[in-house]
């Protein structure tokens, strides 16, 4: 597969982090696991026999991690009482049915199978943008000048993901991901600085 094609599980979390749809009744999670959904099929498609050669290689202890929580996940969706409908898409306005991990192992066993050198720069590349644009939004929170009027008690920081701890969270990956962009060695002024003020504004979120 080429590097363009190996980036789509990182263009699918990219989408997911980013994407919010304020008209809907459920503006965060519904549009996300859409997303997620579509991009794990995807990846599924594309990356099936690369995931199955996992098994092959110094990376078979993943597939066999993976194995086991899907054998758990399937073990506790057949045992759960629920309808299948919120079994598959879980508790409404939460989306943590499973549907949602069985997308996100994946996107994870796709990550997994990344040979190029190319795209595991990108990774690190979209996370530390991610970073400066959660800065940014989360600025704007904590200023209590948010451009969308989120049902949000306490004008807590919850960027675009609905809940402050999925934020804090959030900001520390992307804050690693920026230190990390930092230390590979960021020749332009400008470009550094802007590093800088993002992993400072990151850290104080």
Do not use: H
């Amino acid at each position: 597969l080429t590097a363009r094609i190996q980036r789509l599980p990182i263009y699918t979390a990219i989408m997911v982090t980013i994407v919010v749809i304020p008209s809907m009744l459920d503006p965060i999670n519904l549009p996300k696991l859409f997303i997620l959904a579509l991009g794990a099929s995807l990846s599924l498609a594309l990356f099936s026999l690369q995931i199955v050669s996992l098994w092959g290689n110094s990376k078979k202890e993943v597939l066999v991690v993976s194995i086991s929580f899907l054998a758990a996940l399937l073990a506790s969706s057949i045992a759960s009482q629920q309808g299948i409908f919120r079994t598959l898409v879980g508790a409404w306005g939460r989306n943590n049915g499973s549907l949602t991990y069985l997308s996100l192992l994946v996107i994870f066993l796709s990550l997994a199978c990344m040979k190029s050198a190319d795209s595991s720069r990108y990774l690190i590349k979209a996370l530390t943008v991610l970073g400066l644009i959660g800065a940014l939004y989360g600025w704007l929170q904590s200023a209590d000048a948010d451009v969308v009027d989120w049902d949000n008690p306490g004008n807590k920081i919850i960027l675009t993901l609905g809940n402050s701890d999925f934020a804090s969270s959030f900001l520390a990956l992307t804050a690693i991901a920026t230190l990390t962009f930092l230390l590979l060695g960021v020749s332009n002024v400008w470009k550094r600085s802007l590093l800088i003020f993002s992993f400072t504004v990151q850290l104080y979120l």
